[in-house]
């Protein structure tokens, strides 16, 4: 069972597919959020698929495919949590996670456009497992009791400025992470019961070449793990985005060129699916001419 929101920017339609078919969730929700999953929204879908209440959505591969939670109140990171990602950075691997925050507003579609920052140099791609939470998790006991707290995964582009987030952000990242778009998402979000966190592949591709190919076996903190050791230090509400780290094979290990413009990117995860978003310079409005504010008295 894949969770979706099929349809145009801010107007996305609640959907899953199931057995080849793609049925419309707007019987049951607006939308695919934090609140739905809080209320059991993933078991109600299922009640619905067997109940067969649900009505086709037609034609969903000419709809634009939009992250699969929508407007996630915090978007949280992992750094270098895979030993050989860790190395290419020139690092030794962590004995504890490092954690860095997105902007909510970087969370977008898998293949809305990946704009490139007017002055960024170094554009890296990250593919990395997402973790949904489905409830809040505070202080939690021990790591068996954190994988009733998560709804499911999902797939993340942990887009980076590598010069802003290394050099300009004096060790705390967020500046190399919070660009317009450096999250695409998706493109669904696969119920936790569903699949395997700790034996998953992730695979990355530019402009068709291979970079990243690894499985999330390899990651130094596992996601029981992870959503524990985050609840020691804040509440983990419904709907937030943990991307959990990413493995070797970017652009800052210095042996594949930095995004440009007209680039393409895919990243994918066995059971979630692919994304695929161009790389294009971000149009950035031009300023006022001086001399033309309008000063046309308004009327009181």
Sequence with gaps: MHLLRLGPLGHEIPAVAEA???????????DV???????????????ALVAGTLPVLQHPERLR??????RPAAVICIGQNYAAHAAESGAEPPSTPIVFLKHPNTVV???DTLPVPPGAERLDWE???????????SYLA???????????????????ERSWQLDESLGQWSKGKCGPGFAPTGPALVPADELDAGDLRLRSWVNGEPRQDSTTADMIFDVAYLVWHLSQYMTLEPGD???????????LSGRFPYLRDGDVVEVEIAGVGRQRHVVADAVV???????????????R
């Design 285 to 299: 409005p031009a300023a006022p001419a001086v001399g033309t504010l309008d000063r046309t008295p308004v009327a």
């Design 20 to 30: 080849g078919a793609t049925y419309d969730l707007r019987s049951l929700t607006a």
């Design 33 to 47: 959020d934090g609140a739905f999953l809080a209320a059991d929204g993933v078991a109600r879908v299922r009640e």
């Design 241 to 251: 985005l943990i991307c959990t780290g990413t493995p070797q094979g970017v652009a």
């Design 109 to 111: 579609g898998p293949d």
């Design 142 to 160: 021990s790591p068996e009791e954190a994988l009733a707290h998560v709804a499911g995964y999902t797939a993340v582009d942990d887009v980076s």
């Design 127 to 137: 593919v990395e497992l997402g973790v949904v939470i489905g409830r809040a998790a």
């Design 65 to 70: 495919r939009g992250a699969p939670v929508a």
